[in-house]
């Protein structure tokens, strides 16, 4: 296929903007791109999708995010709202996802992948919890992300807070989908360890996790206090050297959120190279705090976005960030759009290579994946690669998006999905949520 037309937006080591150019997607990947009259002449048979003057540009990449919470939309908590984070797991998610059913998971993760295609999003990392249909939980997700052509890594999160057994069983559906996705590859869908968080997590289940598998986790760290205190009270070490101790930490390892870490802890995040991801909607709405992120980015910690189960459109993402950082200090100078991309665009990228590590990601060039969007923007002031992070943050709309295409596979054309009936998931998730809020209700 032959994209003409199209402003391409390359990011990369040396991001671009190419107007009037094409790009040629063979099976999975970009093969060439070039002006749009030379890959005509160049390649005269291959079928054409003109983007009309559109700007064409990566997927957006989700670094950290929980399709399982989709159920949560409109649900409102009778009485008193929750005081403070704690009270928030208890009082909706580790209800929520109690209540759900395999059939459930499907939907929940369905929902989510519709809302990625129409606004942008072509690779997440899942972090799943459903400790009633734990066993199979992990293909229905995969299952869910294969019909709707995206990309995506997947991990259960094991957790001691729904007893020994469920804990038990996680580690278990980590294992057996692992070596799933080793016995029969993917390109498209991978698979790390999911964990909690260290707060519900004991020594026993750390230890067993790691004697399970080596090779990277998934897990939340310090997003509020009440993980230090825990981790305090339980080790005598603070959260972070805590999952040290126990090899949680490293360069396939993601750790959500990190906002109440101390210096020496920020330091064992970069000394093991282990990942980080930041999600300024959810900590807004948990009034955790805000992590130190330009500081952790000019330590060298390894720094992506992702949404924690908000909304799959990443630019929202990119502007909470923006104007979140702001606002706790109270100072415009946190957050430039700058380091914003930085977070977004290049170490997202980075983070999702080292779950799909055969090819590159997040970037228009010869041989990376063909995951591409269409964006139907008209800037009204000069733009530039050096400007284009501004533009995004206060220009681009994530329903500007019109096209999207994973996998060298158009998922979404002129605005319109082409393999998945939105209407009918949408029926389908009603009457499933419907039954969900009432067994969280009882
Ligand atoms: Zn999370």
């Known amino acids: 296929m032959l ?22 997607i063979e099976g999975d990947r970009i093969v060439d791109l070039g002006p749009s009259s030379e890959l005509r002449a160049k390649y005269p048979r291959e079928p054409e999708l003109d983007a009309r003057g559109q700007y ?3 997927g957006n990449i989700c670094a950290h995010t929980h399709f399982y919470g989709a159920f949560a939309r409109g649900m409102a908590l009778p009485g008193d709202p929750p005081k403070d984070f704690p009270e928030i797991l208890e009082r909706l998610w580790w209800r929520l996802d109690k209540a759900l059913t395999l059939d459930d998971v499907r939907y929940s993760a369905l929902v989510c992948l519709i809302d990625a295609i129409k606004h942008g999003t072509t690779t997440l990392i899942d972090h799943h919890a459903s400790p009633n249909a734990v066993a199979g939980s992990l293909d229905m997700i995969a299952e869910a992300v294969e019909q709707a052509g995206l990309r995506a890594c997947l991990c259960y999160e094991v957790s001691d807070r729904n007893g020994p057994e469920k804990a038990r069983a996680g580690i278990e559906e980590n294992l057996r989908f692992i070596q799933s996705v080793i016995r029969n590859p993917k390109s498209a869908i991978t698979a790390t360890f999911g964990l909690h968080a260290s707060l519900t997590l004991s020594d026993a289940t750390l230890e067993a996790c790691r004697n399970a598998h080596d090779g990277g986790y998934h897990i939340h760290a310090a997003e509020h206090e009440a993980d230090q205190t825990d981790s305090l009270k339980k080790s005598g070490m603070r959260v972070i050297d805590r999952l040290h101790k ?14 109440h870490i101390d210096p020496p802890e920020a330091e064992l995040l970069r000394e093991t190279g282990t990942w980080v991801t930041h999600q300024p909607r959810s900590n807004m709405n948990n009034a955790v ?15 992506g976005l992702g949404n924690d189960g908000f909304s799959n459109a990443m630019w929202d993402e990119w502007k909470a960030a923006y104007l979140y950082h702001k606002a706790a200090r109270r100072d415009p100078r946190r957050m430039s759009g700058a380091v914003v991309a930085e977070m977004a665009v290049t170490n997202n990228a980075a983070l999702a290579n080292v779950f799909f590590p055969q090819v590159p990601l997040g970037v228009l060039a010869a041989g990376a994946f063909a995951d591409v969007v269409f964006v139907d923007y008209h800037p009204s002031t000069p733009m530039t690669v050096d400007n284009l992070p501004w533009h995004i943050l206060f220009g681009f709309e994530n329903s500007m998006v019109t096209t999207t295409i994973c996998s060298g596979k158009v998922l979404m054309k002129d605005r319109r999905l082409l393999f998945l009936d939105e209407a009918e998931i949408s029926a389908r998730s009603r009457e499933l949520a419907k039954k969900v809020w009432e067994r969280f209700a009882s």
């Open 3 to 24: 994209i003409t037309n199209a402003t391409l937006v390359t990011w990369g080591a040396t991001g671009r903007i190419l107007e009037n150019h094409a790009l040629f």
């Open 289 to 303: 705090g805000a992590a130190d992120v330009e500081e952790l980015l000019r330590m060298g910690v390894k720094i």
């Open 56 to 58: 064409v540009m990566p």
């Open 246 to 259: 126990f090899g949680i930490l490293g360069p396939r390892s993601i750790v959500a959120h990190a906002v």
